[in-house]
């Protein structure tokens, strides 16, 4: 099983920019996706970025488009550079790692997480 840490969160102005960092420990992730998911107060946890581990292939939603890039290190750790930030951005990030055959961008089918990061962005 795979143990994963965020970090990276904090307190920023809209506009301005943040890195999370997501560190991957158990096991070796060839073949895997990992993701970055957020839960603003009051909403369901949504999807936000993934990436596969073997070909580097990113997927985002709509919302973050452009705004901001998953990538990966050799390290076994997830990034998530987060520009352009907004009050809706506020949320705390979590991070999933899941096989490619089984990972779903879709919170509901995880019932493990981690602490996650705390994102708030003040206009």
């Known amino acids: 099983q795979v143990q994963l840490v965020e970090s990276g969160g904090g307190s920023v102005q809209d506009g301005d920019s943040l890195r999370l960092s997501c560190a991957a420990s158990g096991r070796f992730l060839s073949g895997y996706i990992m993701g970055w998911f957020r839960q603003a107060p009051g909403k369901e946890r949504e999807f936000v970025a993934s990436?596969?581990?073997?070909?580097?292939?990113a997927v985002y939603a709509d919302s973050v488009k452009d705004r901001f890039t998953i990538s990966r290190d050799n390290k076994n750790t997830v990034y998530l550079q987060m520009n352009g930030l907004k009050p809706e951005d506020t949320a705390i990030y979590y991070c999933q790692a899941r096989s490619r055959w089984t990972w779903v961008p879709d919170a509901k089918m995880y019932n493990s997480w981690g602490q996650g990061t705390q994102v708030t962005v003040s206009s």
């Open positions: 990436i596969t581990w073997n070909e580097n292939s």
